[in-house]
């Protein structure tokens, strides 16, 4: 499902965030030393092949809420956009640190002149956060920043399971 916020279309879809060719940016749900690692991390590192993470490493080490931008290398899009999601129960006020990836993951899209950004369900795997609870703080603050984006127009969010994408269609009905 799609919905309009402040001339930015915001959509939920269920699929792999590696095979997003028609978008600008994919974003990952880095760890903070930007190496392989699993879930998306791995997938996005695994499509992409070894260059991301060389490029990737000289700007390690991320705090959770930071983002950097990257080349995409083998993946189909310009960039990779590298977000620290924080742990959940452990990175205080953990609300306020996912908030931040959104923020500032558009942010950096928006500065380098990207349209289109595809987004994970960041901290949703390994770091514990309840899919419910971020994806509520993930679509309101994407609707939010839609107010301040110059060049972004299409922001996606890429949901791995039925269950994820359920829940994330809930909160942007009523949200835009
Ligand atoms: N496409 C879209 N969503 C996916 C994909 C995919 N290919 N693979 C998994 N998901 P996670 P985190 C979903 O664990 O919680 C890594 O090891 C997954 O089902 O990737 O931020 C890093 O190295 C879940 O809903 O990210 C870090 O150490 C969501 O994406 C740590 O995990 C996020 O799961 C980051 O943990």
Redesign the pocket.
């Known amino acids: 499902m799609k919905r309009e916020a402040n001339g930015a279309t915001v959509e939920c879809v269920r699929?792999?965030?590696?095979?997003q060719p028609d978008v600008d940016a994919v974003v990952n749900?880095?760890?903070?030393e930007l190496?392989?690692?699993?879930?998306?991390?791995?997938?996005?590192h695994c499509a992409a092949g070894p260059g991301l993470e060389q490029e990737a490493l000289p700007l390690a080490p991320i705090s959770p809420g930071e983002a950097v931008i990257t080349g995409a290398h083998g993946l189909p899009n310009r960039n990779v956009i590298h977000a620290?999601?924080p742990?959940y129960g452990r990175d205080h006020p953990e609300a306020e640190l996912l908030a931040n990836c959104y923020r500032n993951s558009l942010a950096l899209a928006d500065d380098n002149g990207l349209e289109s950004v595809a987004f994970?369900?960041?901290?949703?795997?390994?770091?514990?956060?309840p899919?419910e609870e971020a994806a509520g703080v993930a679509i309101h603050t994407v609707v939010k920043a839609s107010e301040k984006l110059q060049n972004v127009r299409l922001v996606r969010f890429?949901?791995?399971?039925e269950r994820?994408l359920e829940a994330h269609e809930r909160i942007l009905q009523v949200s835009a």
């Open positions: 699929g792999d965030i590696t095979a749900a880095a760890n903070a190496r392989t690692g699993g879930g998306v991390a791995g997938a996005i620290l999601g742990v994970p369900a960041i901290s949703t795997g390994v770091f514990g956060y899919v890429v949901l791995f399971g994820d």
